[in-house]
């Protein structure tokens, strides 16, 4: 039960903006764990979460491995994004993003670094992406996460 949990724990600050223990006990319970605010401070221990400001401005609870890529990270990976990809669709759960000539490998890499838990791993060639996400859903989610013009 504990591994269970802690692992959706990991899953919920990864899709979400959590910027309490509180928040993060709801949403437990809404998903049937049956959680105390001390079990879930136990977890964040455990699990070494750190707070650190979210795209919004706002602190969130991020693992430390995530954390390690800073809000400057982040903002290069997607400047690299905005100024080189043309356009994105998906095809089941396959990404595919277009990019001017010669950007798909720097595209793909800035993808691979952002750490996002939905992509499995990207393919470049000179102009184009595969890029593999965990489930169909995952891939438009991902074109609004990064903000990718449609196809």
Known sequence: MKNARQKQIL??????EID????LCRRLKAMGFDVTQATVSRDIRELQLTKIVGAGG??????LS???????DRKRHL?????????ADT??????????PGMAPAVGAAIDSM?????????AGDDA?????KKPEDAEAIIDKISLPRA
């Open 91 to 100: 095809a089941g759960n396959i990404l595919v993003i277009k990019t001017n």
């Open 20 to 23: 309490t223990q509180d928040e």
């Open 66 to 72: 995530s954390a390690q890529n800073t809000d400057s």
């Open 79 to 87: 400047r690299i994004i905005k100024e080189a990809v043309r356009s």
């Open 11 to 16: 899953n919920i600050i990864e899709a979400y």
């Open 115 to 123: 750490g996002l838990p939905e992509v499995v791993g990207c393919i």
């Open 129 to 133: 992406i595969m890029c593999a996400v």
């Open 58 to 63: 706002r602190f969130k609870y991020a693992s």
